[in-house]
Antibody, heavy 122, light 107 residues
Framework: QVHLVQSGAEVKKPGAAVKISCQAS????????IHWVRQAPGQRPEWMGW????????RYSQKFQGRLTITKDISARVVYMELTGLRSDDTATFYC???????????????WGQGTTVTVSS | DIQMTQSPSSQSASVGDRVIISCRAS??????LHWYQEKPGTAPRLLIS???GLQSGVPSRFSGSGSGADFSLTISSVRPEDFATYYC?????????FGRGTLLEIK
């Protein structure tokens, strides 16, 4: 069974950073890129960026450029998403999601983590 | 950025109805268009990839069509478990963008 399991909920103050982990199981970890998606309450999902796990190549949405870093630990089968300079409008649920393809990450997201709620409040 | 426009924003339907949801891209995106179903408190679920590719385990009453800039998701006969929000997403170019969603409600 393919699973992505994310780390738990976070409460952060404005200006702080958050780092969320995404543990993969049940498939060949390096075969599929991983995306990160943010969803604020009542809003549409918002794509943040992806990582090609076997090469470490990344691409980020310009909206998060300079604040977002996606990394991986192949031996641990984990992908990380770090967002710095948190603001109140970063309060959202963050998801990791597996790309359905095994090359360029544009096949749709076929497996999702359970989501990690991040609350940014002073 | 490519804008994705979904219509309608909400729709009421009865069990057994045929439902069609539309999605238009602000520029041609070939078939790099995917459909997701989202229920409250859960992650989105991929239904259709590449405009018309039904994902494993998704009931055959769901189908997708279109290419270029105009796409649609059809539910041939709505069942109670289909009442949810549906999103389209393009992966033609980054940033990969989602539509605003279509809320399918029980009539």
């Amino acid at each position: 069974q393919v699973h992505l399991v994310q780390s738990g909920a976070e409460v952060k103050k404005p200006g702080a950073a958050v780092k969320i982990s995404c543990q993969a199981s049940g498939y060949s970890f390096t075969d599929h890129p991983i995306h990160w998606v943010r969803q604020a309450p009542g809003q549409r999902p918002e794509w943040m960026g992806w990582i090609i796990v076997n090469s470490g190549g990344t691409r980020y949405s310009q909206k998060f450029q300079g604040r977002l870093t996606i990394t991986k630990d192949i031996s641990a089968r984990v992908v990380y998403m770090e967002l710095t300079g948190l603001r109140s409008d970063d309060t959202a649920t963050f998801y990791c999601a597996r790309d359905g393809g095994t090359a360029w990450p544009h096949h749709g997201m076929d497996v999702w983590g359970q989501g990690t709620t991040v609350t940014v409040s002073s | 950025d490519i804008q994705m426009t979904q219509s309608p924003s909400s729709q009421s339907a009865s069990v057994g109805d045929r439902v069609i949801i539309s999605c238009r891209a602000s520029q041609p995106i070939d078939t790099f268009l995917h459909w997701y179903q989202e229920k409250p408190g859960t992650a989105p679920r991929l239904l259709i990839s590449g405009a018309s590719g039904l994902q494993s385990g998704v009931p055959s009453r769901f189908s997708g069509s279109g290419s270029g800039a105009d796409f649609s998701l059809t539910i041939s006969s709505v069942r109670p478990e289909d009442f949810a929000t549906y999103y389209c997403q393009q992966t033609y170019s980054t940033p990969y963008t989602f539509g605003r969603g279509t809320l399918l409600e029980i009539k």
